[in-house]
């Protein structure tokens, strides 16, 4: 790397400097692409002008850069192709690696009941609602005559009427919010 290239050893001094650096290592880029893609938010520019020399890893492993190595500029065998082949195959076990413990902790929630497979939420779901719509419709059928007598049946104490049935409804919603278990019973139509 050299000096007009690198402001320090991990900081380009501009784009130009990361296209320059990025054609030396055998990648196939342009300088109006990277800006492009600099502009777009693929490559972080510090405010200086600056680009860290993570900015640039991030972007060249960002799908949406698709910035390809052209091998033709490195010969078959040399030092660079062989460092940069361990480096892949070293990010590939990696990812592979972080993926198995991801999985393994997936499987250890699953068994200390962190995790609920989502057909059961969405079955305890249902079931919740099922029982809510049942609890509304008894409610209105239960509570309409008292409701209508506490107005004395006049339309002019309408007020009254859906203040009483929401505070009955608001009374249901307070009940069914507690985790009491429903059990529920499904058939196939």
């Known amino acids: 790397m050299t000096e007009l290239t690198l402001k320090s050893q991990h900081t380009f001094r501009n784009r130009t400097a990361v296209v320059e650096w990025l054609k030396a290592k055998g990648y196939k880029i342009r300088k109006s692409k990277l800006y492009k893609d600099a502009k777009a938010g693929l490559l972080r520019v510090e405010d200086d002008g600056t680009v860290e020399m993570e900015s640039v890893a991030r972007y060249l492993e960002h799908p949406e850069a698709g910035v390809k190595e052209h091998m033709e500029t490195v010969e078959a065998g040399s030092d660079l192709e062989i460092k940069e ?43 919740r609602l099922a029982v809510l719509i049942q609890a509304l419709t008894t409610l209105i059928d239960k509570e309409a005559k008292e409701l209508v007598r506490q107005v004395n049946g006049k339309p002019s104490r309408e007020g009254e009427f859906k203040a009483e049935l929401k505070e009955k409804i608001y009374q249901l919603f307070n009940e069914f919010s507690k985790t009491n278990i429903f059990d529920t019973m499904f058939e196939d139509d």
Not at 112 to 121: F, K, Q, T
């Open 85 to 127: 082949y361990h480096r892949r195959s070293a990010i590939a076990k990696a990812k592979k690696t972080e993926l198995e413990v991801q999985q393994k902790q997936i499987e250890i929630d699953k068994e200390s009941g962190r995790l609920i497979p989502a057909d059961m939420v969405y079955r305890e779901f249902a079931a």
